[in-house]
Every structure is written in C-alpha cells, then in structure tokens.
C-alpha cells in the first residue's frame, strides 16, 4: 500500500504548547484484545479453510467470535487494525498467536531489558518531542482504503515539516475541527473533532499513539448515512426553512448524512456546531456529552434546502451563525431567534466560508464558479443586495475552494482547484471597487482543497492538496511592501 496519500481533504492547526512532548501510548481494554484475537483466529481459518471450517470448527468458539467481531464497533475496530498491522497476511500456518500480539504492546514491545526501557537513544526521543515552541498541523486524507489523520510538525531549524505521529480513522475525513473543552478533559485537552461520510463526528486524541477508537462519537454511530437527493433548481428556500426535526427522519441526537463542516465556537469553546449532507446544521453540547448517550445535540436548524458545505460561528458574537450550502444560500442565524434568519444568494454552489475579524461585520464565501464574495452583515437582504464586491478570484471553470485571513489586517488568502494560491488587498481596491491581487503563486501541490491561517504566525498560511503545503507570506517581497511588513513580523 503506497504511503502517498490520495488527497488532503481538511486541515486543522493545533495551538503552540498544547500537544505533549511526548503522546501516552494507547492501552488497549481487555475487550478490543479479544476482538483481535478473535480477528486473527478468523483470518487464520479463512486461510485455512475458508467459510466452512471457520463455522464447523471445534473448541475454540470461532463461528462466535467471529460474528462478534462482524458487528458494529468490533468490525469498524477490525477493518482499522487489519490495515494497520495488515493482517490479512497473517502466517497461516503458525500457531495462534493472538495474545502475544497484546503482550508486545504491555511492555511498549522491547522486553525486560533495561538497557533497553531507559536511557538507551535518548537523544533521539529528545529529538522526538514536540517542544511548546513548534508550529502542528493536522491534515486529514485517505488512500483507496485507509484514512488517517497526520499531526505534522514544522522544523523551524530545518524549514521542514514531517509527521510526527498519525491517528487512523473509520472512513473518509471531510473535515477536522481542533478541541480543547470535552467532559472528558475537563482540564483542557489536545483532540480533534472529525466529520466524514458516516453521519456521526468522531473525536480522537492526538496526544494518544496508535488508539483504537475515539474519545467519543457526537451522534448514533450505528445507522447507516442518508444522502438526500438534490432539489430542482428554482425552489424556494425560505419555503424549507422549518426546524429540521419535523422533515428528517434522523435521530434526536444524530445528522443523517456525512458530516461537511466543523467550526468551534471561538468564544465559547465547549459549543461545536456541524453541517451535512442532510441539509440541516446542528449545534452540540461537549461539556453536557456522555460517554453513554454519545453528546448532547442542543439545537437543529433546517434553513437548507441541499447540503450544507461551510459554516463558521461569528469570532465576536457568539451567537451569530453563518451557514453555506449547495443550495447557493448563505444563511446568517442567531441561534437565540432561530425563526429570524437572514439569506442571501450565490452565484453557484458554496465552496468555504469565513468571518473577517479585523472587520468583524464583513463576512466572505467562496463559491464552485471560482468567486468570493463579500458582504456586510448588517446590511444582508433578500435576493443577494448588500453585497460589498464579488471577485472572480479563479477560473469560473475552477472551484476557489479555501478563503482565509490571518493577523494581517487587508490580507486575504484563496485557492482554488488550478492549484494557486493567491494574495488580495481588501484595503486596496481596484477602480471597479474589487480587491486588488498582489501575488499568486503555484504550490506545486496538484488541486488545492483547504487554506488556513496559523493561529500563533499571522503571514503564514497552512494548504491541503495532494501534500501539506506552508506558505509564509513574509518571504514574498510584493507582499511585504504591499502590507508594510518587516521582519520578524510572523510571530503574532
């Protein structure tokens, strides 16, 4: 299986100082054992003699163990480590060994040696930490049957970013949202929220090596995803805009579809909100979450007609909610009145969407015909007025799909599916009253899908396409003229 991942579909920053130095190794229970004992068994009868053996065998309880294993968290427990460990090569014809596979992780697999256990390649674990200093970025992506999650960390010594660790998940990430706040970690953790095609968001932890299931899973992670068929064009959507709950046939606590986007609330970090496939937007209590009852959803709006692709919670206000959709709606929800909602329409289907924090009130989605437009909250109507300026930021023929700010007031950052990324002045407008571009540049990273700013760097900019790519705009001279910046300027 090629290490070379297929795409980058999402990325998330990880703030500085707050991942171990070192992640704890994951301590397997004593039921996920048996499941990978009873995996194992299977495999080596399969080998051996196929179906039939597996259910005539004698004194090892196979046939159960097996169909134990077949059945919802054990099979999604299996598939990982079958790929991981690549069981499906197992030696058939040696003795069952299953339980030596869980002694090996008991003693962190270098025996009772203790040359071995201490003080042996010290400056090579030294090297191995991830100082309070370094700059982490998760990316999410999958091969043809393997999704993983990959904490990378920049050498700043190097100028190079390599993984330090990865984090393997059930099916394909489409998007990831770092947490702090879970009831779990009631002192502040290092987690990361992960929607994908199933219909439940997964919340894994990255100082945690090699864990075999989540943290917790927002939502029922036993039903089977809907995807709703897409509507004629031309519906009215202020006609749908009902709560979610009186059309889907969804769970209380549960989306029906994949799980598109992610977005914490910035000023309340325990409020997670969510956007499907299922056309809805849910809003999530993690401090109120259970192990058991899975999270407390506290809110679904129903104000889509098609998938919801992008939302972001305001980064003043916090109740202030911006949604975007395949429906071409931008939605701004104040979750407090969720019947008084805001509208306006795109050119095509949405792409990303964002708040401008150094200008709190200007909000910026970018779209499928490669536009960004730009609008002032306060003055949001029916039917698309208000909007500020509509930039053909890429090819109509390519979706520009990541707009981002960062800690430079005016720098606004896109990219686009042709693989550029690009440079505008919002504080600089052209005569026909559009930002002016001041650089693009081509990552060579084959079609962009995800921009981020770095939380802890303002000039620089995280991208995922077919790599993780950096750009720190500091370095580009028309930039730093266009912005006045010096150096030493990145560090926020």
Not at 13 to 33: F, L, N, S
Not at 158 to 177: F, K
Request: aromatic content about 6%.
């Amino acid at each position: 299986m090629s290490s070379q991942p297929v795409a980058i579909s999402a990325i998330t920053w990880v703030p500085k100082g707050v991942c171990k130095a070192r992640p704890d190794e994951y301590v397997a229970t004593e039921q996920e054992k048996q499941e990978v004992q009873a995996l194992l068994y299977a495999e080596k009868l399969k080998k051996k003699g196929g179906d039939e053996e597996m259910e005539d065998a004698e004194g090892e309880g196979a046939a159960e163990k097996a169909a134990r294993v077949a059945k919802g968290k054990a099979k999604k427990t299996a598939d990982r480590l079958t790929k991981k460990f690549d069981l499906q090569n197992y030696d058939a014809e040696d003795d069952y060994e299953g339980s030596q596979f869980f002694s090996a992780i008991d003693t962190d697999g270098v025996g009772d040696d203790p040359n071995l256990r201490e003080g042996s390649d010290s400056e090579e674990e030294a090297a191995d930490e991830i100082r309070p200093t370094d700059l982490v970025l998760v990316t999410a992506s999958a091969e043809q049957d393997w999704s993983v999650l990959e904490v990378h960390v920049f050498d700043d010594d190097t100028g190079q970013l390599y993984v330090h660790h990865d984090v393997p998940v059930g099916a394909y990430p489409l998007c990831v949202e770092w947490l702090s706040k879970l009831h779990t970690h009631p002192e502040g953790g290092n987690l990361v929220a992960v929607g994908s095609f199933e219909q439940h968001i997964d919340i894994w932890d990255l100082d945690v090596l090699d864990a075999l299931e989540p943290v917790l899973s927002l939502g029922d992670a036993s039903a089977q995803p809907q995807i709703k068929k897409k509507k004629k064009k031309g519906q009215n959507a202020a006609a749908s805009s009902s709560s979610a709950s009186s059309s889907s046939s969804a769970p209380a606590q549960s989306h029906s579809g994949p799980v598109l986007c992610l977005h914490r609330n910035p000023q309340n970090q325990g409020i997670l909100a969510s956007g499907s496939a299922d056309e809805t937007v849910r809003v999530w209590d993690l401090g109120a979450a259970s192990s058991g009852s899975g999270s407390v959803c506290l809110h679904t709006y129903g104000d889509h007609t098609d998938k919801v692709q992008a939302l972001k919670w305001h980064p003043v206000e916090p109740q202030i909610l911006l949604s975007a959709g395949y429906d071409r709606q931008v939605v701004l929800l104040d979750v407090r009145t969720p019947d008084a909602v805001l509208r306006t329409q795109l050119s095509a289907d949405a792409e990303s969407a964002i708040w401008d924090h150094h200008a709190p009130t200007n909000l910026l989605v970018s779209a499928e015909d490669g536009t960004v437009t730009c609008w002032d909250a306060r003055s949001v109507r029916q039917g698309g007025e208000g909007a500020v300026w509509k930039l053909q930021a890429h090819s109509k023929k390519k979706a520009c799909t990541g707009v981002a700010v960062n800690g430079v007031p005016g720098l606004l950052m896109t990219c686009s599916t042709d693989g550029k990324a690009k440079a505008w002045n919002t504080n600089e407008i052209t005569a026909e009253g559009l930002p002016s571009l001041v650089h693009e540049k081509d990552l060579k990273a084959g079609q962009l899908f995800c921009c981020q700013g770095c939380p802890d760097e303002k000039t620089l900019f995280g991208f995922g396409g077919a790599a993780p790519v950096l750009w720190d705009v500091e370095g580009q001279p028309e930039i730093v003229e266009a912005f006045g910046l010096s150096s030493g300027t990145s560090g926020s």
